[in-house]
């Protein structure tokens, strides 16, 4: 997992918030990701009467899990209120009529402000890249999640943006992407967070651009930007911006690779000490496929 302090979370915060009006313009990633969500959700038995959208930014979600679960308590909850704001305006004026209530929340993930054992669906969608420690995360989860309720998140794996690191590495030793966990580090992280039997699914997803621009703008739309508490807190001059990009595009297009990271996992009841779990990571199920 990442080490304390590796993420400057009043940056994520600000980033969101700035990126809050555009976001939907370019978070096709994020619907990737979100569709495969609902994909694996599918064959899931799963009675909720309280679903928590866990970095649910500006709700994009809510409308196919409110279509899955038709009365459920949505309380979509993020770091950014103009995320949430935007949220609130995509809702019909006539869904509190034909749905159950909808609830939205600012708050840090890393520390829930929920009931023990109150939600039967957390859904999360490309938080964990967010968030400083995962396990933190991992271990509210597990308190709010009802025994047998369910943990359904994608995240993204460590062979991600690994371009836009080698491109960076040409110019200054400066950190610019952050280091997501691997596969086998998160299985371990929920299972000792008293979370069961976690199901892990790697795909792949190749993403092209012809212009550096537009890749910039568009992570810019999405928050996505530099974060590192060890990031060049000095501005990047505009000739090692020109040779990061040219190294980025020596073959006249972009190409950046995404290693998206989907699980599930079941909640284990109240909580267990920690030193009483052993887990054989290796033994954690795993379904390959390429994009």
């Not at 309280?50 to 279509?67: F, N």
């Not at 997803?205 to 928050?223: H, I, N, W």
């Not at 290693?259 to 199920?285: F, M, Q, S, T």
Request: hydrophobic content about 40%.
């Amino acid at each position: 997992m990442n080490d304390k302090g590796t993420i400057n979370l009043g940056d994520v915060r600000r980033r969101f918030d700035t990126a809050a009006a555009n976001f939907d313009s370019a978070d096709f990633v994020h619907a990737v990701t979100r569709e495969g969500l609902f994909t694996r959700l599918q064959p899931l038995v799963v009675d909720a009467d309280s679903v928590l959208d866990l970095g649910a930014a500006t709700g994009s979600a809510e409308r196919q899990l409110r279509k899955r679960f038709r009365r459920a308590h949505v309380v979509s909850l993020d770091i950014s209120r103009p995320m949430l704001r935007q949220g609130m305006l995509k809702r019909p004026w006539f869904s509190r009529f034909l749905n159950g209530p909808s609830s939205s929340v600012q708050a840090d993930a890393s520390n829930l402000p929920l009931k023990d054992q109150s939600i039967d669906l957390v859904f999360s969608n490309l938080l964990l890249p967010c968030i400083d420690r995962p396990e933190v995360v991992f271990g509210e989860v597990a308190r709010v999640l009802r025994k047998d309720g369910v943990f359904a998140f994608a995240t993204l794996g460590p062979d991600s943006l690994l371009e836009i690191s080698r491109a960076w590495s040409r110019v200054d030793a400066h950190a610019h992407v952050n280091r997501f966990p691997d596969m086998h580090d998160i299985g371990d992280g929920l299972v000792r967070a008293g979370l069961r039997d976690p199901v892990l699914d790697v795909d792949r997803l190749t993403v092209r651009y012809q212009d550096p621009e537009k890749l910039f703008a568009d992570l810019t739309s999405v928050g996505a930007r530099n974060t590192l508490q060890r990031r060049n807190r000095s501005m990047v001059g505009k000739r090692h911006f020109r040779q990061m990009t040219a190294a980025l595009a020596r073959s006249g297009e972009i190409s950046l690779d995404l290693e998206l990271v989907y699980g599930h996992c079941w909640g284990g009841g109240p909580a267990v000490d920690p030193a009483n779990y052993r887990i054989d990571a290796g033994g954690i199920p795993v379904r390959r496929t390429s994009r």
